[in-house]
């Protein structure tokens, strides 16, 4: 996957919400969802079913900074285009083990090594993501700051058919 930063991209969407609100209203994360995926596919020349597969790559990452934040600071979701990739991405602080295991997991299934490991809510959630994410041609990365703060990315097509 391309680095975001100097890319030619351009801005779509941004938002950003108080971590502790959007772990204490789960109706939230829908609202969410929505608002993201139709605004990322609105640019598609079949906008409403575009939207709707989108919202499921979008969801699954909305459902993890609402189980994996730390609570504290805010949860910043942004939509990005360039000339054939569309670019959904969220940061939040995340919880230390949560943290380095969603970057251990993102960048093996990027390299294609998963390895086995004990089943739990949160790694579910992850290997959901990654799973739907190898499924519909969705590249992954995340990465970690020394803050504590991850930034998890996804970059996919948006021009022509989609899988």
């Avoid at 950003?16 to 969410?32: K, T």
């Avoid at 910043?76 to 285009?81: D, I, L, P």
């Avoid at 969705?138 to 990315?153: K, M, N, Y």
Wanted: hydrophobic fraction near 45%.
């Amino acid at each position: 996957m391309r680095d975001l930063e100097g890319c030619k991209l351009k801005p779509m969407a941004a938002l950003e919400l108080d971590s502790g609100l959007l772990m204490a209203e789960w109706a939230l994360c829908d609202r969410v969802v929505e608002y993201l995926a139709q605004v990322a596919g609105q640019m598609h020349e079949d906008a409403a079913r575009y939207s709707n597969f989108l919202s499921l790559i979008v969801n699954e990452l909305v459902e993890l900074a609402f189980k994996t934040s730390s609570g504290e600071g805010t949860v910043k979701f942004e939509v990005h285009k360039d000339a054939e990739d569309l670019h959904i991405s969220v940061g939040y602080l995340c919880r230390e083990d949560d943290c380095q295991n969603i970057v251990r997991l993102i960048g093996e299934a990027s390299a294609e090594k998963l390895r086995p490991r004990a089943a739990s809510a949160i790694i579910d959630d992850e290997l959901r993501l990654v799973r739907l994410a190898k499924l519909f041609h969705v590249e992954l990365s995340a990465h970690a700051a020394p803050s504590g703060r991850i930034a998890i990315a996804s970059s996919l097509k948006w021009r022509g058919e989609f899988h």
